[in-house]
């Protein structure tokens, strides 16, 4: 018997919270990425990405993947290629 993937539906009204996540966790990486010291060696090379932090692409998330509930999915908890891991 062929099954179907599992699709989780989405809940578009759960979109415009999702996306003020979004949009407040660049924020935050960007005031985090301001408030490093100036006498820090590293304040030069980082000060040059906050303007890479964008939040516009948020918005052009399809609308077929807005709202939906990542709480259960893997990749979330995977370790990333380069040795980071979400927290």
Same mark, same amino acid.
């Given at each position: 018997?062929?099954?179907? $993937?599992?699709?989780?539906?989405?809940? $578009? +009204?759960?979109?415009?919270?999702?996306?003020?996540?979004?949009? +407040?966790i660049?924020?935050?990486?960007?005031?985090?990425?301001?408030?490093?010291?100036?006498?820090? $060696?590293?304040? !030069?090379?980082?000060?040059?990405?906050?303007?890479?932090?964008?939040? +516009?692409?948020? !918005?052009?998330?399809?609308?077929?993947?807005?709202?939906?509930?990542?709480?259960?999915?893997?990749?979330?908890?995977?370790?990333?290629?380069?040795?980071?891991?979400? !927290?």
């Amino acid at each position: 018997m062929l099954t179907l $993937p599992y699709a989780p539906s989405a809940i $578009p +009204s759960a979109w415009p919270s999702q996306l003020a996540l979004l949009e +407040s966790i660049d924020t935050h990486l960007r005031r985090v990425i301001n408030a490093v010291p100036v006498a820090d $060696p590293n304040k !030069a090379y980082l000060s040059t990405w906050v303007d890479q932090v964008d939040t +516009s692409h948020n !918005a052009d998330i399809p609308l077929n993947v807005r709202g939906l509930c990542y709480a259960g999915l893997e990749l979330l908890d995977a370790q990333l290629g380069f040795g980071l891991a979400w !927290a």
